[in-house]
């Protein structure tokens, strides 16, 4: 079966349980932020599990869940969880899931991810606005061939992260007395950790948060022509960078516990223009 087919199947399969919805923004809920879906109004939720062709998240923190509804005045679709590429998914599949928000008629994408900071200023619990990212695994889910009907071989990512959506952002961060970081992402394939050195490398290369997903789903959205904004959620200091300290799943969890609420508060204000503006 064809991507393309492979998308139909899952976009029919929702529209058969929620024949109403017409979402036009879309949100992807990284670890620990699942309680930002608790927003959302008359939601319709349908679990993975019988979307055709959606990988099932492995990571505990990931409820496998898509909710449609309203946030902020907006339509949306929400995707509580996600797979990554170091559970053994293809990143295909992987980015399936965001390639069905656009086909479902989101023509925007906000992705969100749990973080580690490689900035002693931009500790834990901060909420950082993704400017540009650094690909470190040397995969791209578009490799083999390409499907022409869902975006082009060649495009450019000069602007990979919409400068307007990342103003807009801005501005609700502004009006909510939320102080967003922002920076570059780097991203690892995983599951383990990095080490001090790698960390170092990094800085040097100009990153500022390092985390294990996104990237591939900003490359997937952007081939269909979506617009892409990102925010990582700080969960911790970055390996090395607290004398005596380790790193664990447990912290990213609690961390981007604290964090949802904050962030729920930063996209239903950023929602509550885009009504306007269509």
Same mark, same amino acid.
């Given at each position: 079966?064809?991507?393309? @087919?492979?998308?139909?199947?899952?976009?029919?399969?929702?529209?058969?349980?929620?024949p109403?919805?017409?979402?036009?923004?879309?949100?992807?809920?990284?670890?620990?932020?699942?309680?930002?879906a608790?927003?959302?109004?008359?939601?319709t939720?349908?679990?993975?599990?019988d979307?055709?062709?959606?990988?099932?998240?492995?990571?505990?923190?990931?409820? /496998?869940? $898509?909710?449609?509804?309203?946030?902020?005045?907006?339509?949306?679709?929400? $995707?509580? +969880?996600?797979?990554?590429?170091y559970e =053994?998914?293809?990143?295909?599949d992987?980015?399936? %899931?965001?390639?069905?928000?656009?086909r479902l /008629?989101?023509?925007?994408?906000?992705?969100?991810?749990?973080? +580690?900071?490689?900035?002693?200023?931009?500790?834990? +619990?901060?909420?950082?606005?993704?400017?540009?990212?650094?690909?470190?695994?040397?995969?791209? %889910? $578009?490799?083999?061939?390409?499907?022409?009907?869902?975006? %082009?071989r060649?495009?450019?990512?000069?602007?990979?992260y919409?400068?307007a959506?990342?103003e807009?952002?801005?501005?609700?961060? @502004?009006?909510?007395?939320?102080?967003?970081?922002?920076?570059?992402?780097?991203?690892?394939?995983?599951?383990?950790?990095? !080490?001090?050195?790698?960390?170092?490398?990094?800085?040097?290369?100009?990153?500022?948060?390092? =985390?294990?997903?996104t990237?591939?789903?900003?490359?997937a959205?952007? @081939?269909?022509?979506?617009?892409?904004?990102?925010?990582? =959620?700080? !969960?911790?200091?970055?390996? =090395?960078?607290?004398? /005596?300290?380790?790193?664990?799943?447990?912290? !990213?969890?609690?961390r981007?516990?604290a964090?949802a609420?904050?962030?729920?508060?930063?996209?239903?204000r950023?929602?509550?223009?885009a !009504?306007?503006?269509?």
């Open positions: 079966m064809s991507e393309l @087919h492979a998308l139909d199947a899952a976009v029919d399969a929702i529209r058969a349980r929620a109403g919805a017409a979402p036009k923004v879309g949100i992807v809920l990284g670890s620990g932020l699942g309680a930002v608790d927003a959302v109004t008359d939601a939720d349908i679990r993975y599990e979307i055709p062709g959606f990988p099932r998240p492995g990571v505990t923190s990931h409820a /496998g869940r $898509l909710r449609l509804g309203s946030l902020g005045g907006t339509p949306v679709a929400v $995707l509580q +969880g996600r797979a990554h590429a =053994g998914h293809r990143l295909a992987v980015v399936r %899931p965001v390639r069905t928000l656009a /008629g989101c023509d925007t994408v906000v992705l969100t991810n749990a973080a +580690g900071s490689l900035h002693a200023s931009v500790g834990p +619990g901060r909420l950082m606005l993704v400017t540009d990212h650094i690909n470190g695994t040397g995969l791209n %889910p $578009l490799a083999g061939a390409n499907e022409d009907a869902l975006g %082009p060649f495009f450019d990512m000069t602007s990979a919409d400068a959506l990342q807009r952002l801005r501005d609700a961060g @502004h009006a909510e007395r939320i102080a967003l970081a922002e920076g570059v992402y780097y991203w690892v394939l995983g599951p383990s950790f990095e !080490t001090p050195a790698e960390i170092r490398a990094m800085r040097i290369l100009g990153a500022d948060a390092v =985390g294990m997903s990237v591939p789903e900003t490359i959205l952007r @081939h269909m022509g979506v617009r892409v904004a990102a925010i990582s =959620g700080i !969960t911790n200091l970055a390996a =090395g960078m607290v004398p /005596g300290s380790a790193l664990d799943h447990a912290e !990213t969890m609690t981007g516990s964090m609420a904050d962030l729920a508060r930063l996209l239903s950023f929602l509550s223009g !009504t306007d503006e269509r």
